[in-house]
């Protein structure tokens, strides 16, 4: 009689993107709750997989940091140049070298994870982060189709996927036509976003949550386009607070270069970074993500899974194209899409201050915000309730 994969007590998670991370690890940290002796790897396919550190687990690959990000488009010329194809080659190899094991396999993000995860030859499950029928609209007769491709929707179909967690219940709805084990949990996006209490006390004025991306370089031309912007607030009588949320593992000196090439001074004795411009003030926070969200009224966003969790929690979110590879112009109107009316969409730096006093009007009426975002994002406590389906269809089948 073959031993069950939970029994053998191994589980490998495949994610691809700092989000995808975060979401994996939320969901982990549910799993361990409950089965404390579960041994777990993960191996990260974009960016250096942080976000895993917090927890007690072993990498297959260390990750790695490449100028594309992990997304395709004229960067990815020097990836190759840089050594992708080699370092994806020694990722596979240390997956195909694990799948040996009576274990299990758990994908998060797209199509990327999900063709390893089949490809291990083990029982897999998959948390989709990247796809949602929302991409489309939500009117009823979009369940005539779906947003996934028809072989995406063979690989969650094979008699190896044990489990497939669409972010949301439209998405659940339509995969249900198919032969496909769909779990309608919600969205672990939400979860885990209670603040920390670890900002300072914050001087009186707006407070505006600037979101620059998590993917070097790109983070950083991304933060040059929004403190372009903030410029043009010259003129305006507003008080500006401005809480940088910077994701782990970004190098600060760049951004503190370019706060200075503006005109922005440093001041001293301070916690964090604190920086003032005419009778604006700039605070950045590594790893503050939580807490300045709680306490932002408004939100200048260029990030992919940030943004949507700040459109979850009723924040109105203003967004401008970059120059990729990830937040271009294409990208910024899916997520407007995805998102809906939480969404305000600029094409230049020049245009924040009008689109700022737009939005300023609207927000002693939040409730619009509030409701849009659980419509699209849904309440916090799916992470816990994936982790016990995968207990019951995964690792305990």
Request: proline share 7%; charged share 15%; hydrophobic share 40%.
């Amino acid at each position: 009689m073959q031993t069950s994969p939970y029994r053998k007590g191994q589980l490998l998670v495949i994610s691809n993107g700092h989000g995808e991370d975060q979401v994996a690890v939320r969901i982990l940290q549910a799993l361990i709750q409950a089965q404390p002796k579960l041994q777990i790897a993960v191996l990260p396919m974009v960016g250096q997989g942080l976000a895993y550190q917090t927890q007690h687990v072993s990498y297959l690959v260390k990750g790695k940091d490449f100028l594309s990000g992990g997304f395709w488009g004229r960067k990815f010329g020097q990836d190759l140049q840089d050594g992708f194809m080699g370092f994806t080659l020694q990722q596979i190899r240390a997956m195909r070298q694990w799948s040996h094991k009576d274990g299990a396999v758990l994908a998060v993000g797209d199509i990327v994870p999900l063709t390893l995860a089949w490809w291990s030859g083990l029982p897999y499950a998959f948390v989709g982060t990247a796809k949602s029928e929302y991409y489309r609209g939500s009117h009823p007769s979009y369940l005539r189709s779906s947003i996934y491709w028809p072989w995406e929707r063979w690989l969650m179909a094979h008699k190896q996927c044990r489990g497939v967690f669409p972010r949301d219940r439209i998405t659940a709805t339509t995969l249900q036509r198919w032969s496909i084990p769909v779990f309608d949990c919600g969205n672990p996006m939400m979860d885990d976003l209670e603040p920390q209490g670890h900002l300072p006390e914050l001087p009186p004025g707006c407070k505006i949550l600037l979101l620059p991306g998590s993917h070097t370089p790109e983070v950083f031309r991304n933060w040059e386009l929004m403190i372009s912007a903030i410029a043009d607030l010259h003129q305006t009588q507003q008080k500006y607070v401005f809480l940088a949320a910077i994701a782990p593992g970004i190098d600060l000196l760049p951004l503190q270069k370019t706060l200075i090439q503006y005109g922005w001074t440093a001041q001293e004795d301070t916690a964090f970074p604190y920086y003032q411009w005419q009778q604006h003030a700039l605070l950045l926070m590594p790893n503050g993500f939580r807490d300045c969200l709680s306490a932002a009224n408004i939100v200048l966003g260029m990030a992919g899974t940030a943004t949507e969790q700040a459109v979850g929690r009723g924040k109105p979110v203003i967004t401008m194209p970059g120059h990729g590879p990830q937040f271009t112009a294409q990208f910024a109107a899916a997520q407007a899409q995805l998102l809906g009316p939480s969404i305000y969409r600029i094409k230049t730096p020049e245009e924040l201050p009008h689109m700022l006093s737009i939005i300023q009007e609207q927000c002693l009426q939040p409730q619009g915000w509030i409701e849009n975002g659980l419509h699209r994002m849904g309440l916090p406590g799916a992470s816990a309730k994936i982790a016990q389906t995968l207990h019951q269809c995964l690792l305990n089948p």
